[in-house]
């Protein structure tokens, strides 16, 4: 507001009864009432000059008016009334500095109100912040942004004001430093907590409703906080999680697949033939691929391997079906055809199972065949199974 050195100047080379302290006073009073009834234009020039800059195409235009330049203005239309009249009336110098840094504080606010005003605005919904400025931030975490924003504006208004007023700020600055550094150490766990959050909400990596397993609990996520996540699990107790252990664990979204697989492998005994494996391959192959739910493109139905007791029959199969509930029941249905396709050939599933073959039994021990008494805790003849 010292924009104007030449003023007092100039009022003093005016004719002497423009100089009478009446005078100076009725001039300081129209000027202060010309420059106030004057801010209606001054806030409709500014509308102009935006919409000139093409600010305003992608907001409302009243909103914006409302409420980022009308306060504002005033505001300012109220130090400009203010310095130039007091110019006029040339008061005594504490006046004089006392109004100076009264209004210089006024024009502070008022770019307060207006950067006050656009943070609003901006953040207003996520779509309206990237349509403005391109940047991409989650509809959770816009609260948070607003507020650290609006905490920020207010903090470095609030030290030039008090600068403006001839106060030292660098102590204070210095001292708020230590205080943010004793209080973050202080509130360590909830400041990572809170980031915590933030990454959960920007990265998404689950959502409210859906089934997930981390290494510390399994189950369905019924909130999401600032400080913890809380998931019922399949014994329907709840587990709170906080926010940063959340974060840091590897998570398995279960409710996240586009499809599930069936994977197993079925045991044939060893007294089935190569014709009977072939047809055995070939019908469950047919099987799945008339299933409606099954991707034929993943179907693997294949003789892989001469087992310990068994021949090895690796199924394979991607199943269309997210929900759990439905994929059970198809894998149900899948295994009974199975079980069919097996009885139907003739063939028999294998389980463990071991021969013990002995070749001279110790004294005193008659072999079961001879239907002589057991001894021992053995219990086997030659040839028998020890069925495992």
């Given at each position: 507001?010292?924009?104007?050195?030449?003023?007092?100047?100039?009022?003093?080379?005016?004719?002497?009864?423009?100089?009478?302290?009446?005078?100076?006073?009725?001039?300081?009073?129209?000027?202060?009432?010309?420059?106030?009834?004057?801010?209606?234009?001054?806030?409709?020039?500014?509308?102009?000059?935006?919409?000139?800059?093409?600010?305003?195409?992608?907001?409302?235009?009243?909103?914006?008016?409302?409420?980022?330049?009308?306060?504002?203005?005033?505001?300012?239309?109220?130090?400009?009334?203010?310095?130039?009249?007091?110019?006029?009336?040339?008061?005594?110098?504490?006046?004089?500095?006392?109004?100076?840094?009264?209004?210089?504080?006024?024009?502070?606010?008022?770019?307060?109100?207006?950067?006050?005003?656009?943070?609003?605005?901006?953040?207003?919904?996520?779509?309206?912040?990237?349509?403005?400025?391109?940047?991409?931030?989650?509809?959770?975490?816009?609260?948070?942004?607003r507020t650290?924003?609006?905490?920020?504006?207010?903090?470095?208004?609030?030290?030039?004001?008090?600068?403006?007023?001839?106060?030292?700020?660098?102590?204070?600055?210095?001292?708020?430093?230590?205080?943010?550094?004793?209080?973050?150490?202080?509130?360590?766990?909830?400041?990572?907590?809170?980031?915590?959050?933030?990454?959960?909400?920007?990265?998404?990596?689950f959502v409210?409703?859906?089934?997930?397993?981390?290494?510390?609990?399994?189950?369905?996520?019924?909130?999401?906080?600032?400080?913890?996540?809380?998931?019922?699990?399949?014994?329907?107790?709840?587990?709170?999680?906080?926010?940063?252990?959340?974060?840091?664990?590897?998570?398995?979204?279960?409710?996240?697949?586009?499809?599930?697989?069936?994977?197993?492998?079925?045991?044939?005994?060893?007294?089935?033939?190569?014709?009977?494996?072939?047809?055995l391959l070939?019908?469950?192959?047919?099987?799945?691929?008339?299933?409606?739910?099954?991707?034929?493109?993943?179907?693997?139905?294949?003789?892989?391997?001469?087992?310990?007791?068994?021949?090895?029959?690796?199924?394979?199969?991607?199943?269309?079906?997210?929900?759990?509930?439905?994929?059970?029941?198809?894998?149900?249905?899948?295994?009974?055809?199975?079980?069919?396709?097996?009885?139907?050939?003739?063939?028999?599933?294998?389980?463990?199972?071991?021969?013990?073959?002995?070749?001279?039994?110790?004294?005193?021990?008659?072999?079961?065949?001879?239907?002589?008494?057991?001894?021992?805790?053995?219990?086997?003849?030659?040839?028998?199974?020890?069925?495992?």
């Open positions: 507001m010292h924009c104007m050195p030449a003023l007092s100047s100039l009022i003093d080379q005016l004719p002497i009864v423009l100089r009478n302290d009446l005078v100076r006073v009725a001039l300081a009073i129209g000027a202060f009432a010309l420059i106030w009834l004057l801010r209606n234009l001054i806030i409709r020039i500014s509308r102009k000059l935006l919409q000139r800059l093409r600010v305003m195409n992608r907001l409302p235009v009243e909103v914006a008016v409302r409420d980022i330049l009308a306060r504002p203005v005033r505001i300012l239309t109220l130090a400009l009334a203010l310095d130039i009249s007091i110019r006029i009336l040339n008061p005594e110098s504490l006046v004089l500095q006392f109004v100076f840094r009264f209004t210089r504080s006024l024009v502070i606010i008022a770019l307060a109100l207006l950067i006050y005003g656009l943070i609003s605005v901006l953040t207003q919904s996520r779509a309206r912040l990237y349509s403005l400025t391109g940047v991409r931030v989650e509809d959770a975490l816009l609260p948070f942004v650290g924003l609006r905490l920020i504006l207010i903090s470095i208004g609030l030290i030039f004001v008090l600068h403006a007023w001839g106060y030292e700020v660098t102590g204070l600055i210095a001292g708020l430093g230590l205080g943010g550094l004793a209080v973050s150490l202080a509130a360590q766990e909830t400041i990572s907590n809170l980031f915590g959050f933030s990454m959960i909400v920007t990265d998404r990596p409210v409703g859906e089934f997930i397993k981390t290494p510390d609990v399994e189950g369905v996520v019924e909130r999401v906080g600032l400080r913890s996540t809380s998931v019922r699990q399949l014994d329907q107790a709840v587990v709170t999680i906080p926010n940063a252990r959340l974060a840091a664990a590897p998570i398995l979204n279960w409710s996240r697949l586009s499809k599930r697989w069936i994977n197993f492998t079925l045991r044939i005994n060893y007294g089935a033939t190569p014709d009977q494996i072939e047809l070939e019908r469950i192959r047919a099987m799945l691929y008339d299933r409606d739910a099954v991707d034929t493109s993943s179907v693997v139905v294949q003789f892989i391997d001469f087992g310990e007791n068994s021949l090895h029959i690796l199924v394979r199969a991607y199943v269309n079906l997210p929900n759990w509930l439905e994929f059970t029941q198809e894998r149900e249905r899948i295994n009974l055809a199975v079980m069919r396709i097996i009885d139907e050939i003739g063939l028999s599933i294998a389980y463990p199972s071991r021969s013990v073959y002995i070749e001279k039994l110790p004294a005193g021990i008659q072999p079961l065949s001879s239907g002589g008494p057991v001894a021992g805790a053995s219990g086997f003849g030659p040839g028998d199974h020890d069925q495992e």
